[in-house]
């Protein structure tokens, strides 16, 4: 009994460390939230779709399923939130799904033709440079809650929840 007690601290522990170090918590995106987000997609796509802080990996699942013709990467820096996503796609397999463990900022984004997130404010500034300098021309990104600055929306769109919660879709 006290080992399970104590590999769930240990777990805690890296989600606090995490969370902290990463600048926002590993939060599920609400259940109405995902479903008005994934209905919110482009209705076609080809190609990869990188979600960028997969956090538990509910919407990179969604995504795989929903675009099953399209390659789905999911990264995420937690490693509890990770190991979650990976004993899930292990048990329940999506061929189109590769889990990466990972800060994305490291990653490239030239191959990318959808980028799909759920940051926080700054990591959206960090992010806009980022994009501007490696996502393709022609390539998508859909955002919730939080809004890319300095970017022109192609379309925004609340969902009908308690925040009104933001989304938004940018074409580079």
């Known amino acids: 009994m006290w080992v399970?007690?104590?590999?769930?601290?240990?777990?805690?522990?890296?989600?606090?460390?995490?969370?902290?170090?990463?600048g926002i918590s590993p939060m599920p995106?609400?259940?109405?939230?995902?479903?008005?987000?994934?209905?919110?997609m482009p209705k076609k796509?080809?190609?990869?779709i990188y979600e960028?802080?997969?956090?538990?990996?509910?919407?990179?699942?969604?995504?795989?399923?929903?675009?099953?013709?399209?390659?789905?990467?999911?990264?995420?820096?937690?490693p509890v939130p990770f190991l979650f996503s990976w004993v899930v796609n292990y048990l329940f397999p999506l061929k189109n799904m590769?889990?990466?463990?990972?800060?994305?900022?490291?990653?490239?984004?030239?191959?990318?033709?959808l980028l799909v997130c759920y940051l926080y404010l700054e990591a959206?500034?960090?992010?806009?440079?980022?994009?501007k300098e490696e996502l393709p021309r022609g390539a998508l990104l859909v955002s919730h809650t939080f809004a890319l600055p300095n970017w022109k929306l192609e379309k925004v769109e609340r969902v009908g929840?308690?925040?009104?919660?933001p989304m938004y879709l940018y074409r580079l």
């Open 4 to 22: 399970l007690v104590t590999l769930l601290f240990i777990m805690m522990l890296l989600i606090v460390y995490y969370s902290i170090r990463n």
């Open 52 to 78: 960028l802080g997969s956090a538990w990996g509910g919407l990179a699942r969604d995504l795989a399923r929903r675009y099953p013709h399209c390659t789905v990467y999911a990264f995420e820096s937690s």
């Open 29 to 40: 995106t609400s259940p109405r939230v995902k479903k008005a987000f994934l209905e919110f």
């Open 98 to 113: 590769h889990l990466i463990y990972g800060d994305f900022f490291e990653q490239s984004f030239k191959e990318a033709d």
């Open 124 to 131: 959206m500034i960090d992010l806009e440079k980022k994009c």
């Open 45 to 48: 796509l080809d190609g990869k």
């Open 161 to 165: 929840d308690l925040y009104n919660t």
